[in-house]
């Protein structure tokens, strides 16, 4: 069993929104509430570098490049591609890019060169596809949208859903053996947070999938950010006693104070490569 290792974006890596707290696909489980939090792009041709200039002066070395997306599913990147590259050149940052569903030949060419890493949200439901994300595409289409980013030579990090209303363990299981034949080396496991009013999932329910989840993938296994409050506690606890990922982000406190484990600390987005996971090692 490896030591599990903790994320939390503090200091050195910092999240940026390319549409501000505007997205006009508004999921129903989000409706753009979780850019608010993301340090908008100012207003002008340049305004990308000036904002991750001031950012790199203030200690990061990393940044989360997200934003909402079009109506196709798609994170307007395209007036940034040189901006992006000129980051990572020039200023060393770490680039981990949300695109959406971005299959363009031209735009994956562009983007290689520009970030070390791509966030892609893969499912096989059609409830969360085309009801929840109102995508104008059936889940097979995101398969072929990941394929297409690891054919142009991208490190893609599948993003699955441990649970959501409409999933099941078959659907987990299929949606992680389509991800390991695509290649992906880790996997980052999400829990959908149902809106206001909804029945949150229990924490045993979540841990039963979990470990059938690490029985099923093959490469390295995270608890990405996404997931209720009221299950962490014992999730986390859970995650990381019995080894079940090897990344968690933003663990619950009570459950790092509690386990039997103390995992080394780290303040980046849990996607990143292992190779660049040293600049960001805090404790
Ligand atoms: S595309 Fe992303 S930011 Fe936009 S509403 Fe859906 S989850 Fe939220």
Redesign the pocket.
């Known amino acids: 069993m490896t030591r599990p290792k903790a994320f939390r974006m503090i200091r050195l890596f910092a999240e940026v929104s390319l549409t501000g707290a505007s ?1 006009p ?3 129903s489980h ?3 509430r ?2 608010r939090g993301m340090a908008p792009v100012p207003p002008g041709p340049r305004g990308l570098i000036r904002l991750l200039e001031s950012l790199a002066r203030r200690g990061a070395r990393g940044v989360l490049v997200s934003g ?2 079009t109506r196709e599913g798609r994170l307007p990147v395209e007036p940034y591609l040189d901006q992006l590259h000129e980051a990572r050149r020039r200023l060393g940052l770490v680039i981990n890019l949300h695109p959406g569903y971005e299959d363009r030949p031209w735009v994956l060419e562009r983007l290689r060169p520009a970030v070390d890493v791509l966030d892609y949200e893969l499912s096989l439901s059609k409830e969360m596809v085309r009801g929840v ?1 109102r995508l104008p595409f059936s889940p097979e289409h995101t398969v072929k949208v990941m394929e297409a980013m690891i054919e142009h030579g991208h490190d893609v990090v599948p993003h699955i859903f441990l649970w959501h209303p409409w999933s099941s363990p078959q659907l987990l299981k299929k949606e992680l053996a389509v991800a390991a034949d695509l290649g992906a080396k880790r996997a980052t496991l999400l829990v959908y947070i149902p809106p206001p009013g909804e029945p949150e999932p229990q924490a045993e329910k979540l841990l039963e999938l979990l470990r059938l989840a690490r029985s099923h993938w093959p490469g390295e296994l995270a608890l990405g950010c996404m997931r209720p409050y009221s299950v962490k506690p014992q999730l986390d606890r859970a995650a990381l006693e019995e080894g079940l990922v090897d990344r968690i982000a933003n663990p619950s406190p009570r459950a790092l104070r509690e386990a039997a484990v103390e995992p080394p600390l780290y303040d980046a987005c849990c996607s990143l490569p292992e190779h660049l996971l040293p600049r960001f090692r805090v404790k």
Request: with cysteine.
């Open positions: 997205c696909l508004g999921c989000c409706r753009g979780y850019l909402g997306l994300r």
